[in-house]
């Protein structure tokens, strides 16, 4: 049950940015590839983020505080928070930014969902 209202999540995150883009007119970035950040500070919390999450990610498998796809959604959305400010910041006439925080939210209400066992 879990998975397809997960699956369901993820399906509507993507239908979502699809109508967003073009509503907006906003063109398709790549879907695979590392993200060019105009901030050399956020590129570095953004390294910061990934060493924390696969460090954790470690040691919860070792000791399972956690299940690992609330590690799982914690990353995606502080990696896409991060993003999504550089975006705001330093790209605002492309208006990417606000896929980034759409799709954030999405990830949120997940992680909302997931850690209060309601799915």
Same mark, same amino acid.
């Given at each position: 049950?879990?998975?397809?209202? %997960?699956? !369901?999540?993820?399906? =509507? =995150? @993507?239908?979502?940015?699809?109508? /967003?883009? #073009?509503?907006?007119?906003?063109p398709r970035s790549k879907f695979w590839g590392k993200y ?5 500070? %956020?590129?570095?919390?953004? &390294?910061?983020? !990934?060493? =924390?999450?696969? %460090? @954790? ?25 991060? &993003? ?6 330093? #790209?605002?006439?492309? &208006? ?11 990830? /949120?209400? =997940?992680?909302?969902? /997931? ?5």
């Open positions: 049950m879990t998975v397809y209202i %997960l699956i !369901m999540l993820v399906a =509507a =995150a @993507f239908l979502v940015d699809f109508i /967003l883009r #073009k509503v907006l007119d906003i060019e950040y105009e901030s050399l500070a %956020l590129e570095r919390w953004d &390294k910061y983020v !990934m060493v =924390a999450f696969v %460090l @954790f990610l470690v040691l919860d498998m070792i000791f399972m505080f956690v299940e690992p796809y609330i590690v799982s959604c914690l990353f995606l959305v502080a990696a896409i928070l991060l &993003k999504g400010i550089d975006e705001w910041k330093y #790209k605002q006439e492309t &208006k990417e930014y606000v896929t980034s925080f759409v799709q954030m939210g999405f990830f /949120l209400t =997940a992680f909302v969902l /997931l850690a209060s066992g309601i799915v």
